[in-house]
């Protein structure tokens, strides 16, 4: 089991105050003094109670490509971090004008792993669905990233994730800790998924964590890890040949880099982290420090790797003609269950819940 993490135990209190106003929150709409919308068709929520860090984005790709095999999938996201306001059809949109400051970085990066799905952000998440369904109507269910706390909606599944090095179960409430809520939150959770396991199957004790989550016998456990594929070029200074014999420059703006890191050590020679805090908005004069740092490796060859979501703001139209210069290579991640087994009991609970809701 992961170690605990440092609470700010001056903070106990405050956090104490800000857990029980979620807590009520949460109950006045489960006794229905709030109202919440309840939409027509399967929307699937994939959500946490901490803050950020969890793997959301991937996990909603696996969702889509799952799903997109005998459905018609739209995706809807918040779009955290982006400078526009109200709803945007990322499908709509002219690519020259399409940015991780229109969308968001995360909601981009699934755009163009799914470009022929309906993909748009909206902080309204009904108004979201009822302007996505209108586009497409043939859509059948609906990908909901980063919604658990959005009582007003009431999504027909809602997949709580939390991260296996920093479990909520060792957190509290904001601002003494990470968490949106208190941990009984998750008892109206349908399913519960512990990500980013780095250990083997064996040594994960099932038994131990469903105590610790103080889960329900009926509510679904499961474990997923990150699958790291080969480094992918994508500029023209970028080439696969460069990679031998060349040393890595690791650029991150992603909350948990430590896991893509210690990956890269055991491959490449990585000589050097640049770590931004997640979804940073790079500027003109950073790439310039990066494109030093690269160029300048005194005789050895350097590449530049870093995470698509990090690419997905490189992109930017002001920092394009600086990243075109560097050899930049991204490494894909694809989340994939501990077991077979596993994978198909997740599986068949999602294609079963959506044909159930289909009918």
């Not at 995706?75 to 306001?85: A, N, Q, T, V």
């Not at 014999?245 to 890191?261: D, F, Q």
């Not at 640049?274 to 940073?280: A, C, E, I, R």
């Not at 494109?291 to 005194?298: A, C, E, H, L, Q």
Request: charged letters at 25%.
């Amino acid at each position: 089991m992961s170690k605990p993490f440092k609470i700010r135990r001056w903070l106990v209190p405050a956090g104490w105050v800000f857990g029980n106003v979620a807590r009520l929150r949460r109950k006045l709409y489960e006794k229905g003094v709030l109202q919440s919308y309840k939409p027509q068709i399967p929307v699937i929520c994939v959500g946490n109670i901490a803050i950020g860090g969890t793997g959301k984005t991937p996990h909603a790709g696996y969702l889509m490509e799952l799903l997109s095999k005998h459905h018609h999938v739209a995706m809807l996201s918040r779009g955290y971090g982006r400078k526009s306001r109200g709803y945007v059809l990322a499908n709509t949109t002219p690519t020259e004008k399409l940015s991780a400051d229109l969308i968001g970085d995360e909601p981009l990066l699934l755009h163009y792993r799914f470009p022929k799905l309906p993909l748009a952000v909206d902080g309204d998440r009904r108004e979201g669905v009822i302007k996505l369904c209108e586009y497409a109507p043939e859509t059948d269910v609906v990908v909901m990233d980063d919604a658990y706390q959005h009582l007003n909606f009431s999504p027909t599944v809602r997949l709580v994730l939390t991260e296996f090095r920093r479990p909520y179960f060792k957190d509290y409430p904001m601002p003494a800790g990470r968490l949106r809520e208190f941990p009984d939150a998750v008892s109206v959770a349908d399913a519960v998924i512990v990500t980013k396991v780095d250990a083997p199957n064996d040594e994960v004790d099932r038994d131990e964590w469903r105590r610790n989550l103080k889960i329900r016998n009926d509510q679904p456990l499961f474990f997923t890890h990150y699958r790291y594929a080969s480094p992918e070029p994508v500029t023209e200074a970028a080439n696969l040949q460069m990679l031998e014999n060349s040393k890595v420059v690791l650029l991150t703006g992603i909350a948990r880099p430590l896991p893509l890191l210690e990956h890269l050590q055991q491959h490449y020679d990585v000589c050097q982290h640049l770590d931004f805090p997640d979804h940073h908005p790079y500027n003109k004069f950073e790439l310039e420090q990066i494109n030093r740092i690269v160029m300048s490796g005194k005789g050895e060859k350097r590449v530049l790797f870093t995470t698509e979501k990090d690419w997905m703001r490189l992109q930017a139209q002001k920092l394009q003609k600086d990243v075109s210069l560097l050899p930049v290579f991204i490494v894909p991640i694809q989340v994939d269950f501990l077991s077979e087994s596993e994978k198909l009991e997740f599986n068949n609970l999602i294609e079963n819940h959506v044909r159930r809701i289909k009918k």
